[in-house]
Structure formats: C-alpha cells, structure tokens
DNA sequence: GCGTCCAGGTCTACC
DNA sequence: GGTAGACCTGGACGC
C-alpha cells in the first residue's frame, strides 16, 4: 500500500469537526469516523476507477488528508481526491454573507465563532439523493442499515476491506427484487432504480445541480421531480446543493422545535417557517444549525 | 409471543 | 389544492 499525504488550506471560521458532525451523513457509510484516531475515512472511486482510501484530519495548514493506494497516484489523481474531499467539506462556500447576518443576532454568534455552516456532502449528488431517499419514512437505524447494505452489496471492496458508495450504474443493474430483498430499501426500490436508470441514460443530471441556473424554487421543483423525493427531502437537497430557502422539515426537526419553542406543544410546519421568514435565503441554514446546537455541547467533537 | 404504532415521508387516486 | 390510504422495515411498547 502506497501512503500520499497532502494538505487541503481551509478559509476562516472554519472547523473540520462542526463540518463532520454537521448532521447524519458522517454516520453513513462509506463515510466512517475514526474517534480514537480522530479522522473522517472514506473510500473515494476517482473517475478513471481508481479505488484510494482517504483519512482526513486536523492539520497545521487546514486539513491533513493522508491517502492509501495500491498504485502510486498521478497528480491528477492527487488533485482530484483533494478537490473531491474540499467538495464534500464545503471548504470553497462562500459564507461571509451568512456569517455577516448571524453577528447580527445574539442568539446566533456562536455561529461564525466555531466556524459551523458548512454541512458535509458526498462527492456526487447521486449519493446526496440516494441517501435522502433512505431516510424517508423510516428510523435513523433503519437508513444506516439500507446505505450499508447498498455499499456492501453493490460497492467495491478497497484493499482494507471498506467500500465504495455504489455509482449509478452498479445500482441499475440490479432488481426490484434484489434493492428488496438485500438491501431492505422496501418501497423504495423501484424509486432508486428509476433514479440509477435516469442517470445512467443520462436523462438526470444530477451533478448539474451544483451549479444550476435555476432559481431555487424552480430547482426545488426539480429536485422533487425525481420519485421518492418529496418536501423534506428536497429541502435537505437543497441545503447540500447550497441553497438554504427550505427548512426540510420532518418528524425529528418538528419535535426538537417543539421541545425548543413551544414547550412541546405541536404547531403548523406554517407557524415554524413564518419564525425564520426573516433569514431570508439563509433560513434553512440558520434553522438546522439551531435546531442541532445541543449535539456541540454535550457529545462533539469527541 | 403477538398486535399495534411509528420513525428524520411520498405517491396516487379521488374529491 | 387538499386529503385519505397504501407502502417496506424493524424496534418499542402494551397486553
């Protein structure tokens, strides 16, 4: 095994551990935090089919990324796992303006002080939407249990053992029956073969997304084009595509809101957007943040 | 041990 | 445009 080290710069006011833990995604495979080491470790496939194992840390100069490959990697293929990892981690997002607007709240300085906003994302957004459509109707138990199924059975296995996120073409090639059967994806099966399907014909375009043209409405709509992907999930989409107008609202964000501003008292998902109206294009930022503010102060980073 | 409910919802048919 | 019912799974809970 042949070890690369390099080095990701990183802006102000940021902070790899309130980018990890930013919400579940560094809970789901192939995504996998090493607390005794302290590293974010994933498999990334690069585009050529090159498997490396990356192991990301908090270095002197931003973020240390050590990386494992059978081969010795070319600089490009150095430059596309860094430029895959800084993706993921947000590192290039433009938050001046959200860090302006939180100053001007008392209740949300804290923000631009521990460098939180950035929320962490897969290097594509196929996994982005495969991911969100298994969190849909289910437990949180359940989701890790599909997307560690989905990476055993239809990945490919690094020299480690670890594997990949499936890409859209491994996933097409299965069944209904098979997505049923041993992944446990339920009903969601035919949604995530239509999604695989429409992108590998190239009739989706997810990774457009990133930088589309479209406003955020009528991407909203776009997004929620695709089966199996409903109101919540596109608002969460959106946050991960750098849009944060939606709140993306479900039953464990109600509660916490419940428990947070209304002593447990249910109210309108109607009464909780007119509370962040007033954020602007960085209310679903500033919403999310709050509603997870507690995980900081008792359990994280480590 | 068994039935019911529900969890980080969405789709379809029907009104 | 609004809403009831169906949809996979698996853990928690009550009996």
Known sequence: MIETRFSIPTPSHFSLWRT?????WCALLPFHVDKEAQELVRIIELSDGTLASSSLSNGAT???????????????????????????????????????????????????????????????????VVKMICTTNCSWALTTVMIENLTKHLGRRFADGAYSFPTPEALAGTTEHFLRKNIRAGYRSPYLIELADG???GRIDLESWRTSPLTTVELFEKVKSIKGVGDYAAGNLLKLLGRYD?????????SRYYDLHTRGRKVSDRTIERRYESYGTWRGLFFWLEMTKHWFDHKFPF
Do not use: C, N
């Open 20 to 24: 990890v833990y930013s919400h579940g």
């Open 62 to 128: 931003g973020i240390a990324v050590r990386v494992r490959s059978q081969v010795k990697l070319s600089t490009d293929q150095k430059s596309e796992i860094s430029g895959l990892l800084a993706m993921s981690l947000r590192v290039e997002e433009e938050l001046s303006g959200f860090y302006a607007e939180a100053r001007r709240h008392k209740q949300y300085r804290w923000i631009p002080e521990t460098g939180s906003g950035r929320l962490l994302r897969a290097p594509t957004v196929f996994e982005d």
């Open 199 to 201: 992108v590998v014909s």
């Open 246 to 254: 939606y709140l993306g609202l479900d039953s464990w964000v109600r």
